[in-house]
């Protein structure tokens, strides 16, 4: 990877006690149904520009039927949007982007694959804000899966409108 981020400690955090479950992420993030791709947020830190959130996967995922029958596997862009959504997480609730404004998905860069994730694993994913502005976000997220890397990317995030309008388009 071009970016160096300092490892971060996954053994420092309590999984069972998040500081946002589901219904405070709906609350931010837009995504429904099978596009959910967060579970919980388990940590916050602005000071250190850090968010670290998990998805929970289970046989139901729309993509476990037919990705792989009989060995199922998360496909690597649904990781990429797990990061998306967690970074889209901290932009709004630290106020990043004006309110009301959407950030979408402006590319990814330096994604790396390690591992398979399938149903049954808890995806961990911390993310570390690199440019952190209300026009363009930059964040290094490391997926991991019972402590080992399972990928790590570079999320960018763009304004893309505001979220009342882009519904009535």
């Not at 994604?111 to 964040?139: A, E, I, Q, S, Y």
Request: hydrophobic share 40%.
């Amino acid at each position: 990877m071009t970016t160096e981020v300092a490892e971060f400690d996954l053994s420092a955090l309590d999984l069972s006690r998040p500081i946002a479950g589901i219904e405070e992420i709906r609350a931010v993030n837009p995504h429904r149904f099978e596009f959910e791709m967060l579970s919980a947020i388990v940590l916050l830190d602005p000071a250190r520009k850090l968010i670290v959130g998990y998805k929970d996967l289970t046989d139901a995922e729309f993509w476990a039927r037919g990705h792989m029958p009989g060995f199922p596997l998360m496909p690597g862009v649904l990781m990429c949007e797990a990061s998306a959504q967690l970074c889209c997480y901290y932009t709004v609730t630290q106020k990043v982007c004006d309110p009301g404004v959407l950030m979408g998905l402006g590319g990814i860069e330096d994604t790396k694959f390690h591992r398979t994730v399938r149903p049954g694993d808890r995806l961990v994913m911390v993310g570390t804000g690199l440019k952190v502005h209300r026009r363009l976000t930059k964040f290094h997220t490391v997926g991991y899966v019972r402590g080992e890397k399972a990928f790590e990317t570079t999320v960018i995030g763009v304004p893309i409108g505001k979220l009342e309008e882009l519904k009535g388009a």
